[in-house]
């Protein structure tokens, strides 16, 4: 991996009921490090991190230490980055945490594991180069989560993909969104890409539960309300041109995450959404106050 560049693994993941939530991503190259963004040589080696976020009406916690080089231990089935890690056996992806919060520290620990049934074609680029790469890999599973701390055992399905870049994301891209949406035999996913030279993307998709493509008509705009604290843009697209906001789960000065009621493919869904500003996390201000939640480890 060149200087600037990274790769992550993302799970995405909602319980049955609708009322607990996860997100765990593992990087190589954190891109949303300040670490990372000021470090003269741009080594991602040394910039990788396990970021946790539960989210729930029993446990909301947020979890994203940096570690360097000697943290990282990884080959093509698995990677572990200080005392997290991803295993797969084949069929399953088993994703054991140990990580701690902050600024006020409690522990995240226990055991995800997801089946993947199938998986999509990919990857896709993400710019005009090639530079940026995105697979979704696996957009709906069933998943167990198994957490001795804060204490939470639910299931439910997970979307599971991977981004990999040979530049930093600031450096190609001013904004995205993004959603999926659990549908009754597979998921959709939008993203809508602006990149830096003015040009923009908009994908469309849809898989069956193993991973084959389906169709689907590109959906119609629906403008969201800003979140409240920070004033985020937001936007989807639904068959109508209709979505509403469920509940704000993350509401900070570059991301907002969000979930979603709309209609995919004629069905009523409940998507989860992201809206990415780089512009804003580019701002240096905004990078100095990110420490306060992203401690680093050597």
């Known amino acids: 991996m060149d200087r600037d560049g990274y790769v992550w693994w993302y799970v995405d993941a909602l319980s049955s009921d609708g009322r607990q939530g996860l997100t765990i991503i593992a990087f190589i190259g954190s891109v949303f490090s300040p670490y990372y963004a000021w470090d003269p040589t741009r080594d991602p080696?040394?910039?990788?991190?396990?970021?946790?976020?539960?989210?729930?009406?029993?446990?909301?916690?947020?979890?994203?230490?940096?570690?360097?080089?000697?943290?990282?231990?990884?080959?093509a089935d698995h990677i572990?980055?200080?005392?997290?890690?991803?295993?797969?056996?084949?069929?399953?992806?088993?994703?054991?945490?140990?990580?701690?919060?902050?600024?006020?520290?409690?522990?995240?620990?226990?055991?995800v594991r997801l089946k993947p049934p199938g998986f999509t074609p990919g990857?896709?680029?993400?710019?005009?180069?090639?530079?940026?790469?995105?697979?979704?890999?696996?957009?709906?599973?069933p998943v167990e989560v198994a957490l001795s701390e804060p204490g939470i055992n639910w299931r439910g399905t997970a979307y599971f993909d991977t981004n990999h870049g040979d530049t930093a994301l600031e450096a190609a891209f001013t904004d995205w969104?993004?959603?999926?949406?659990?549908?009754?035999?597979?998921?959709?996913?939008?993203?809508?890409?602006?990149?830096?030279?003015?040009?923009?993307?908009?994908?469309t998709l849809c898989f069956a539960s193993d991973g084959s493509p389906r169709e689907i008509?590109?959906?119609?705009?629906?403008?969201?309300?800003?979140?409240?604290?920070?004033?985020?843009?937001?936007h989807t697209r639904s068959d109508d041109g209709q979505a509403e906001i469920l509940?704000?789960?993350?509401?900070?000065?570059?991301?907002?995450?969000?979930?979603?009621?709309?209609t995919l493919r004629g069905e009523p869904v409940r998507p989860v959404h992201?809206?990415?500003?780089?512009?804003?996390?580019?701002?240096?201000?905004?990078r100095l106050m990110l420490p306060f939640r992203m401690p680093r480890r050597v």
């Open 177 to 203: 969104t993004w959603c999926r949406a659990d549908l009754r035999d597979g998921a959709a996913i939008l993203y809508d890409v602006h990149r830096r030279d003015g040009t923009a993307q908009t994908l």
């Open 274 to 286: 992201e809206s990415l500003s780089l512009t804003r996390f580019s701002n240096p201000l905004v």
């Open 247 to 262: 509940k704000t789960f993350e509401d900070t000065p570059f991301y907002a995450r969000s979930h979603l009621a709309a």
């Open 45 to 75: 080696f040394n910039h990788c991190a396990v970021n946790v976020v539960l989210y729930g009406e029993r446990a909301n916690r947020f979890c994203m230490t940096e570690r360097g080089r000697a943290a990282l231990d990884r080959d």
């Open 217 to 234: 008509k590109p959906p119609r705009r629906a403008t969201l309300p800003p979140t409240r604290l920070w004033r985020m843009p937001r």
């Open 80 to 111: 572990r980055i200080g005392p997290s890690g991803l295993d797969w056996d084949g069929t399953t992806l088993t994703i054991r945490l140990d990580e701690v919060t902050a600024p006020i520290p409690n522990r995240v620990r226990g055991t």
């Open 123 to 141: 990857p896709r680029r993400l710019d005009a180069d090639g530079l940026h790469r995105w697979w979704p890999m696996a957009p709906s599973s």
